[in-house]
Nanobody, 115 residues
């Protein structure tokens, strides 16, 4: 069984920064992709950023240049540094990992950008 524990969400003013972290534990051997998704009220869950085991990354157009995803393969952790946050970034952010034929989701962490 795989568990993902997220941390780092909260309330921030527009233009501010937050850093999200996610740690995977359990029966995980080789994680191929680690990523962050978000879901705003009334909207579908969308990919924010993903990072592959070799270091390649993929970002949603709306966050390019503002968010940076990173991972530690030895510790099975992934982080999302979010800068220049805007009200439209408000959502529940979910960590996701994929390996072989398996995948897992975190419980979600709320990010609210408001003055």
């Amino acid at each position: 069984q795989v568990q993902l524990v997220e941390s780092g969400g909260g309330l921030v003013q527009p233009g501010g920064s937050l850093r999200l972290s996610c740690a995977a534990s359990g029966n995980v051997f080789t994680i191929n992709v680690m990523g962050w998704y978000r879901q705003a009220p009334g909207k579908q869950r969308e990919l924010v950023a993903a990072i592959f085991r070799g270091g390649g990354t993929n970002y949603a157009d709306s966050v390019k240049g503002r968010f940076t995803i990173s991972r530690d393969n030895a510790e099975n952790t992934v982080a999302l540094q979010m800068n220049s946050l805007q009200p439209e970034d408000t959502a529940v952010y979910y960590c996701n990992i994929a390996w072989g034929r398996g995948a897992a989701w975190g419980q979600g962490t709320q990010v609210t950008v408001s003055s």
